[in-house]
């Protein structure tokens, strides 16, 4: 499928242009693919208005943003009543550029909006239709979005919340990859970054209907992942992770869309894994959901991923305690052996860099490119603390 190339250029533009931000843009796609909604969880000024901008400009989508508070009414997203057909007893709201009338919806702050608001977004979200005058209306939205600096532990929330079944948490970058950011952010303030159509929102249709088509057959062809995926369950939920049976079923359709978006020929158990990552209502869940892809074996060389994930981790730390250590003019040989110590991680570093990238998976291409940034890091530091 020609869309299919096409979504990878899409892809490969936003990752290109928001460094640092591939796991977000991974859910962000896969929310799009889907059709699923998708809350972005991260602290002010870490891109994610532009990142959601940016995507509706290269898919030339009608797009809606709007800042949510407490005094927002559902007019100011649904458009204004029809004055004329009120007064023929007809409550109608002209829907022409409001959230009606998008391809893509992003409503930032959404749990600082009325409850007024939250009603009327639970039938939208889950069922795209909307009432209007004395008919249900139905929607063309490809993709709904919406952001929070942080998550919402209301009661009244809970089911907006579980709405969401694709949620990203994500912060400030690395240190490791601040020069990159400010190179691309100074390029972008500059108006050096154009943006332009690689995708139309047909062929994002289509897309969605290979997600679905993908999704279905798992009832026949691949009863393996099934059973690893149940297994995974299970294991969440012996650890107090629960999942509602809606969203059981949505993440098998989010690892349809991971599918198309990493270039698998069919859902495999990658693909769920990936999906059941976006699934965490909690940072705190996510090593919960790790530990349960680990034992359903539904990955491959996961336990390789999350080592590499805790020594770029320990690596960062053991630069920062030699630095401290320097500064703090410790023993020459306390000093030595930090140092040591820190060429013998980076050493670790390569041989899974090599381990994980023998294999060309996509799924490890992300996780390749982070520990060779770190590599970069941590070899630039070891040679300026071994001079000093």
């Known amino acids: 499928m020609k869309n299919i190339n096409k979504i990878f250029e899409v892809k490969n533009y936003l990752t290109d242009t928001f460094v640092g931000r591939e796991d977000v843009i ?46 927002t009414e559902p007019e100011e997203l649904l458009g204004p009543i029809d004055i004329t057909a009120l007064k023929n007893g007809e409550y109608r709201n002209i829907t022409k550029g409001k959230l009606p009338d998008a391809n893509i919806v992003f409503l930032d702050e959404i749990f600082k909006s009325s409850s007024a608001i939250r009603n009327t977004l639970l039938d939208i979200m889950l069922n795209r239709r909307l009432p209007n005058g004395g008919t249900m209306i139905n929607l063309d939205l490809l993709g709904i979005y919406s952001a929070s600096n942080e998550i919402s532990d209301d009661e009244e929330d809970m089911a907006l919340y579980d709405r969401y079944p694709i949620k990203i948490f994500h ?47 798992l009832r026949s062809t691949d009863n393996d992942v099934i059973d690893r995926y149940m297994e995974a369950i299970f294991q969440l939920e012996e650890n107090d992770v629960i999942l509602s049976d809606r969203r059981k079923i949505k993440l098998l359709k989010i690892a349809a869309a991971f599918s198309i978006l990493m270039d698998s020929k069919t859902i495999t158990g990658n693909d769920v894994a990936m999906a059941m990552r976006y699934s965490a209502d909690s940072e705190d869940y996510i090593p919960k959901i790790e530990a349960a892809i680990i034992d359903s074996k539904l990955e491959n060389k996961s336990d390789i991923v999350q080592k590499a994930e805790t020594t770029m981790e320990e690596t960062k730390s053991l630069i920062q305690s030699t630095e401290n250590a320097i500064n703090r003019n410790s023993p020459y040989n306390v000093v030595l052996d930090q140092l040591s110590l820190l060429e013998i991680y980076i050493k670790k570093l390569e041989r899974m860099k090599f381990e994980l990238g023998s294999d060309h998976s996509p799924y490890h291409k992300d996780i390749v490119n982070r520990i060779n940034t770190s590599l970069e890091f941590a070899g630039s530091r070891y040679e300026k603390l071994k001079g000093r």
Do not use: C
């Open 26 to 71: 991974n859910g962000v796609l896969a929310g799009l693919i889907s059709g699923e909604p998708t809350l972005l969880v991260g602290p002010p000024g870490t891109a994610k208005t532009s990142i959601i901008d940016t995507m509706s400009k290269l898919i030339n989508a009608r797009y809606f943003y709007y800042l949510l508070t407490k005094f």
């Open 171 to 217: 912060r400030y970058v690395e240190r490791t990859i601040l020069k990159d950011l400010l190179d691309k952010g100074i390029s972008m303030e500059s108006g050096k970054t154009m943006e332009k159509p690689l995708l139309d929102t047909g062929e994002v249709v289509m897309l969605q209907s290979e997600a679905v088509r993908r999704m279905d057959t």
